[in-house]
Every structure is written in C-alpha cells, then in structure tokens.
C-alpha cells in the first residue's frame, strides 16, 4: 500500500471548518483513500472513503485531486467531539485480505 | 447492531507472566484482526484471521505472541512470557470478508490497555 504524509498537529476553532490535509504521491490506480479518527482510549473509527471522485456523507467531505496524490478531509461544524487523531490512510483493494495501514496521523484539537 | 466486544479493558502484570484477551467480533463477520497500539503511534496490525485460518501473521512476534480464532468467531490474543515493551493498547477489529465499496469497512472495539511492570 502506498505511504501516506500527514501534519503531526492541527487546531481549529469549534464552529469552523477543519481541513486535515493528506499526501499518498506514489498511490496506484486500484487504491483507495481512507480516513478514520480515534478519539481518546478509543478504538479507531471509520469516517469516509473514496477512489477518486469528492465523497461527502454525515460525517465529512473527503476531496482528492484529480491526480489523486494528495486528499483533504474536511469536517464542515467543527465541534469540541472531533478533538481526537485522524488518519489517512491508503488500500488496496484486495479480496479477501483487506487491511488497514495506519501512520501516525494528525492530532486535531478544537479550540472553544 | 452490536460492536466489537473486548475484555478485559485494562490489565496489569509483570514481566514474564503470561496475559490472554478475548475478542468478540460482529455477528458474521468472517474477517479479524488483531492490532497493537503503542502510546503516541498509530495502531500496528499483528494477524489478520479470514474465518479460522490465518491470512497475515507477518507481524506477529510469534515467539511470545499467540492467537487463534476457534470456530471462526471469537478470538484470543496471549503474550508469554510479556516484556516491558509490550505495554500497548490491543485492538480487535472486524469486518465482512468483502469490503463493500459504499459501506463502513473495519470496526474496531475500545481495546484493552495492557501495562506490564
């Protein structure tokens, strides 16, 4: 699975629109983008995915670019609820062994 | 629908005794995984079970690291004997054997956070 380059750190005001931005320059064709988050002495949550077309669902909007090396998470109302670490994170898509590689990821915090 | 349940949440032992966690992934899912999570890092994958057999054990310190997953359904994780660099969170996490493109793919459960002194 390709690497993937995340920012160690973000803030944001609650209230305002988090951009969490994401590298994969070496992605292929057949990989797909992933973002899940972890909140504190929790397990680690799914929150989008997409190939190469903009997804949005309750949660979030994932845009990728239109040569797919790079993605941009955004959650629109941020709230103090999303201070947690987020990854992105890049499959392949492989039946029957799918997994997930994690980084390290950003460490978002919201800021009343 | 319910979770992916662990037990125990928390643990602490000392070096060289032996620990065991119990995984209970969501009904019907053919697919487990078991990841360790050291403080400030992201959550590594140790082994990946499709049913009962194995799929990526690569990971897997198998020389104090063992799991098996009995009848396809519950899992268990054990260390023996542990060292201090096994002080973690473990994450079980499931998923169906295919990856629907437009649905959640792994859930995982709250892990347990093992502290070996």
């Known amino acids: 699975d390709a690497k993937t380059t995340q920012p160690p750190s973000m803030d944001c005001a609650e209230g305002r629109a988090a951009n969490l931005p994401c590298n994969h320059s070496t992605i292929s064709g057949n990989e797909y983008v992933y973002w899940y988050r972890q909140i504190h002495s929790q397990g680690p949550q799914y929150i989008i995915h997409?190939?190469?077309n903009n997804e949005t669902n309750e949660m979030a909007s994932l845009i990728i670019t239109e040569d797919r090396k790079s993605s941009t998470l955004i959650l629109p109302h941020a709230t103090l609820r999303d201070t947690a670490v987020y990854y992105c994170i890049v499959r392949v898509e492989n039946f029957g062994n799918e997994k997930l590689t994690f980084g390290t990821g950003t460490r978002l915090t919201i800021i009343p | 629908e319910a979770g992916v349940a662990q037990s125990p949440r928390y643990k602490i032992i000392e070096k060289r005794q032996s620990v065991a966690f119990w995984c209970n992934p969501i009904?019907?899912?053919?697919?487990l995984y078991w990841y360790q999570q050291i403080l400030g890092q992201g959550p590594k994958l140790l082994i990946q079970?499709?049913?009962?057999?194995?799929?990526?054990d690569s990971q897997l310190p198998k020389d104090r690291f063992s799991a098996e997953r009995l009848k396809g359904v519950d899992s268990t994780l054990k260390i023996q004997p542990a060292k201090l660099e096994d002080s973690a969170v473990y994450l079980c996490?499931?998923?169906?054997?295919?990856?629907?493109?437009?649905?959640?793919?792994?859930?995982f459960g709250q892990g347990t956070r093992l502290t070996v002194v």
């Open positions: 996490a499931s998923s169906p054997q295919r990856w629907a493109r437009n649905e959640e793919q792994a859930f």
């Open positions: 079970f499709q049913n009962n057999g194995v799929v990526d």
């Open positions: 997409g190939l190469k």
């Open positions: 009904s019907g899912h053919a697919t």
